[in-house]
């Protein structure tokens, strides 16, 4: 199993929302490098939801609902999605700064690659972010 952190506005498709629905196409990709994360993903892997934008927060999990496929919302292009299932929301969110603060995910891609959004973690940097949330190790 690989570990992965997705990243959406909660202006554009909250959390809430993602939970309400259950499932969804994770579309719209358009950065070769979060491309090729997408690609490398397989059904059963962990994702961590995370809010950028002006909340910035890891705030919720999900997981891997099956192989990457063409997005259907690229009009040209070689581009990919995945089928994301929604899971728990975290405990409590994790702000960005006590992620940059905190010596196990000081060097994670989401603090070296900030503006992509979807970036590998590591399993160390995927249950640090667990515990820093008070959830419960998965």
Not at 98 to 127: C, F, H, M, N, W
Request: proline share 7%; with cysteine.
């Amino acid at each position: 199993m690989a570990f992965w952190l997705v990243k959406e506005e909660p202006d554009h498709y909250p959390f809430a929302e993602f939970r309400a629905e259950g499932r969804t196409a994770w579309t719209g990709v358009r950065n070769h490098q979060a491309r090729n994360h997408l690609r490398s993903m397989v059904e059963g892997d962990a994702v961590i939801y995370y809010h950028t934008g002006r909340e910035r927060a890891a705030v919720g999990l999900a997981r891997v609902a099956g192989a990457a496929y063409p997005d259907p919302t690229a009009a040209a292009g070689d581009w990919s999605c995945v089928d994301l299932e929604a899971g728990e929301p975290l405990p409590r969110p994790v702000p960005l700064a006590e992620i940059k603060a905190d010596p196990v995910l000081a060097g994670s891609a989401l603090v070296r690659q900030g503006r992509l959004s979807v970036v590998p973690l590591t399993a160390a940097e995927y249950r640090r972010i667990l515990a820093l949330a008070g959830a419960r190790r998965r």
